[in-house]
């Protein structure tokens, strides 16, 4: 008679604890705004609607995270850089976007042959606010490399070269583009948080950290479980988004105006 040994069925695991909300320290409130490329009458329309906001919710340590792509493509680059290099209290946090990065390329490394993409995809929009000519926008390859760049006051330059990476509050990171799905938050590449699309956002993954970003313009808010999107095209659309974060709870402010080119 053969012997039989019988193994007793293994029980299924438990499934896993369901992750608490995502949340950010208690006491602090987080405004974060997306791209305003060279909005300012939004941007300053926009940051009213957040004091008149953060007065009503009552007391909190505020921050006010700027998400990158300041300048470029609006008409108003060089009157956003001025009003922050004014009156820029510790509660904002700037990100450096991929335009930001762009003209600092340009500033750095004047003989660069990517002027003229850069005026096209909305660097000339910047150089205009900073009264560069018609002539030398119109015609770049005929004057010195360093012309145009030369219309950008050191002050400006020292701002934005002192734009941060990302910024994290709790359960949120908050930068430009997104971030490269299954590389810890320390070791992310510049390159990816200033210029990721389609592996971040069509990625389901976990990142331990709800990611908010700008760079991809959506028609509305996207509020997935791992990112949310806010970038409305503000230069052309007319809104410009800010995403607010206090505690597990989470509201939109819009600032809506004329629809630009």
Known sequence: MGLFFWRKKAEAPPPPEPRPPAAIPAGQRVYAIGDVHGRYDLLTDLLARIATDDEARGPAQTHIVLLGDLIDRGPQSREIIEMFLKAAPDQFHFIMGNHEEMLLKLIDDPDSPHMPQ?????????????????????????FTPDTLPSYVPETHRAFLREMHDGVQFGDYFFTHAGIRPGVPLAEQARQDLRWIRQDFLESDADHGVIVVHGHTVLEEVE???????????????????????EGTERWLLQATGEPGR
């Open 223 to 245: 509020m997935l479980p791992n990112r949310i999107g806010i970038d409305t095209g503000a230069y052309a659309t007319g809104i410009l988004t800010a995403l607010g974060v």
């Open 118 to 142: 850069f005026l096209r995809y909305g660097g000339r929009e910047t150089f205009e606010s900073y009264g560069a000519p018609q002539m030398v926008l119109d015609m770049p390859d005929r």
